[in-house]
């Protein structure tokens, strides 16, 4: 099943040049009536031949990112779960420092290295 997947996927890719060229100069005609419209870059993404296994696809991406083999946004990107990865790594980063600084406030630690101070002298007192 995996060559059969892999033959469409090049035949995708081989397909994939020539239809971009042709919705770029169908734009780009149509840009010469209606000036309002550009043409930026443009790419062809297609859906996946056959349902991968998820369980599969999170143990690779687990290995690969606790080894530090992939970035967060490609991680993210490979779950297919957000539209914009990059936008929601730096979304969620920005709240986990958030909760950081929350929780440092929460715990001062001059007054848990005094409380410490005070158990150490107390005992040595009691002995």
């Known amino acids: 099943m995996k060559q059969?997947?892999?033959d469409i996927i090049g035949w995708q890719r081989d397909a994939g040049g020539w239809i971009v060229r042709l919705c770029k100069i169908w734009l780009q005609?149509?840009?010469l009536v209606d000036p309002?419209?550009?043409v930026a870059r443009m790419a062809l993404k297609w859906p996946p031949i056959l349902d991968e296994n998820k369980e599969t696809r999170l143990k690779y991406?687990?290995?690969a990112k606790d080894r530090n083999l992939l970035t967060d946004e490609t991680a993210l990107q490979l779950t297919y779960l957000v539209?914009?990865?990059e936008e929601e790594v730096e979304?969620?980063?920005q709240e986990a420092?958030?909760?950081q600084e929350k929780m440092m406030a929460q715990t001062d630690a001059g007054e848990?290295?005094?409380r410490l101070n005070q158990e150490a002298n107390s005992e040595s007192g009691n002995v």
């Open 36 to 38: 309002q419209l550009t």
């Open 61 to 63: 991406l687990t290995f």
């Open 112 to 114: 848990f290295g005094g």
């Open 83 to 85: 539209e914009n990865p």
């Open 97 to 99: 420092d958030v909760k």
């Open 91 to 93: 979304e969620a980063q």
């Open 4 to 6: 059969f997947e892999r």
């Open 29 to 31: 005609f149509r840009a």
